[in-house]
């Protein structure tokens, strides 16, 4: 059975994230964050149908066998290739905001089909993590990413890289095409060949420093402009990821 036909037989419903690997007639045991969503927030019932994916691009038709507080398991009916990821690789390197404003970010980039993403420290960025801060927030973001998925019908998760300094980042690209937003420069977009990948840097609140230019320019990095208006350093990636899904991806 495939995607469209356990839709078609079982209409619209859940999908989580269990990173396991999926056999037909085989029994999954869910990690207690879904089964904690499927048995206290959905509510949902022995013989309930769902959909699971395994985060690298398998997903798989699903009835819970058994719903406890303490164990909940799922019986595989089905299992099929996901078919939602774009066809164009983006990393995007994105300056460290405050708050909610990084989830925004990292969000949007899931659901735009982002491949990879690396938070990034620049000498304008106000956030700097270290030690149990960094690897607690590095795994909420990773679970900002699966979230997004699970919503988009995305079947691979994108990695979230740990943080790193700009100099860093930029010394390990390897992408044929590099952009990096900066509102100074008149270029605008125009790139008629289809790259392989590209790479995408996106500065923090109060913009890249004349050294980071310098910096993503010794890199190969090509400064771009969105237009007049100053956007915000989470949104930003949401309109470049956009234009570059339409170009050379599947928007």
Known sequence: M??????ALHGKMPRLYVPAPFTIGEVVVLPEGPARH?????????????????????????HLAEVGRKHTTATVD???PGASESPFAVHLG???SKGDR????????VE????????????????????????KKLAHWQAVAASACEQSGRAVVPV????????????????PLRLMLHLA?????????????????IGPEGGLTEADIGAAQAAGFTPLTLGPRVLRTETAPVVALTLLQHYFGDL
């Open 160 to 175: 979230v890289h740990p943080p790193v300094g700009l100099a860093e980042w930029l010394s390990d690209r390897q992408e």
């Open 185 to 201: 420069t008149g270029n605008t977009f125009d790139q008629p060949e289809r790259p392989a990948s590209a790479a995408l840097l």
């Open 94 to 96: 994105q300056a460290i």
């Open 112 to 135: 735009l089909g982002v491949a990879a993403i690396t938070p990034l420290y620049t000498e304008r960025g106000d956030v700097r993590l270290k030690g149990d801060r960094e690897a």
């Open 2 to 7: 495939q995607a469209e036909e356990w839709y």
């Open 38 to 62: 499927v048995t206290r927030v959905l509510r949902m019932g022995e013989g309930a149908p769902l959909v699971l994916f395994d985060g690298q691009g398998q997903e798989a038709g699903v």
């Open 102 to 109: 990084m989830d925004y970010a990292i969000q949007k980039a």
């Open 78 to 80: 089905a299992v099929w």
